[in-house]
């Protein structure tokens, strides 16, 4: 327990580093306010003159009241020290990091791309940044709408209201890419990259299609029953991960088999057991 307690420290760490370094470098000099707590941070630096940790440090303190009312002890403690450290590390590491770029564009992807991987690691690392996704999930308790859906309308209200601040249409749209870019990076940190493919196959010779899966390629499938419903007939569906690499021998052994075989192919983000990798 203690050293799973050390490397999700750790990893939470990290992830706020990536994070500051997004903000600091690219995101806050060019006045990109990707919506989030630093999002409204971001603005408040601009007009009022705080520093945006600073700032953000404020900001979730009634957000972490809320929660500790709203769902108890556990839900809002639990993403303090993500909170804490990453508002300590924007505002110790703003002086001295360069401004690469003041190119929008560059910025909003890189900004998008350091912040997406930074919180993917929080994310992954079972610790949160506080900010949007903690009010979003007290909006949920009141509301019972879908928490993505809160959080895209959240962070939608902050792009606009940056882009009325600064008096540019310019930067909210440029605000809108570096959310999806971040938001992609955070699936992709904790789903991993599509490295298998997973293949439905619905045949009228499903053994001697599971026979030539074991032995071409070394690999298994999972059979469970169906019944089509158009046509009310019984059959077996099988079910085998590959890797990328063997996707077009298995194709191959199956219109071997059966040339009217129903193929689905689909990626596969993480595959954890036998013949693939153990869950650590």
């Known amino acids: 327990m203690r050293i799973n307690f050390i490397r999700e420290i750790a990893g939470v760490s990290v992830g706020v580093l990536l994070t500051g370094l997004g903000l600091d470098m690219f995101l806050i000099p060019n ?3 990707a919506g989030g707590v630093s999002g409204i941070a971001t603005i408040l630096h601009y007009v009022i003159n705080v520093p945006v940790g600073a700032a953000m440090l404020v900001l979730n303190v009634p957000l972490f009241a809320m929660a500790i009312y ?8 639990r993403s ?19 401004v690469p770029t003041k ?10 791309v350091l912040v997406g991987l930074g919180l993917g690691f929080v994310f992954k690392y079972n610790g949160t940044t506080g900010g949007t996704d903690l009010l979003a999930a007290i909006l949920r308790t009141y509301t019972g709408i879908n928490i993505g ?10 792009v606009v209201v940056a882009g009325l601040v600064f008096e540019s249409a310019e930067l ?17 940190v904790q789903e991993g990259f599509s490295y298998t493919k997973a ?14 899966i074991v032995e071409g390629l070394n690999r298994g499938a999972t059979a469970w029953p169906a019944r089509g419903v158009y046509t009310g007939v019984g059959k077996e569906v099988l079910l085998s991960v590959v890797n990328r690499s063997e996707v077009t021998r298995l194709k191959d052994i199956i219109y071997e088999v059966d040339r009217h075989a129903f193929v689905i192919l689909a990626d596969v983000h993480e595959v954890l057991g036998e013949g693939f990798k153990e869950y650590k």
């Open 31 to 33: 006045k990109i306010a």
């Open 103 to 112: 190119d929008l564009l560059l910025s909003s992807l890189f900004g998008g």
């Open 199 to 212: 293949f439905l196959i619905i045949s009228d010779h499903p053994e001697e299609i599971s026979a030539a």
């Open 172 to 188: 909210s749209m440029y605000a809108l890419i570096t959310i999806f870019v971040t938001s992609w990076l955070i699936d992709l």
């Open 70 to 77: 709203r769902m108890g002890l556990h839900f809002g403690f």
């Open 149 to 158: 859906q809160l959080l895209f309308l959240v962070d939608a209200t902050i």
């Open 80 to 98: 303090l020290y993500g909170t804490i450290a990453l508002s300590l590390i924007v505002d110790a590491l703003a002086p001295y990091l360069p």
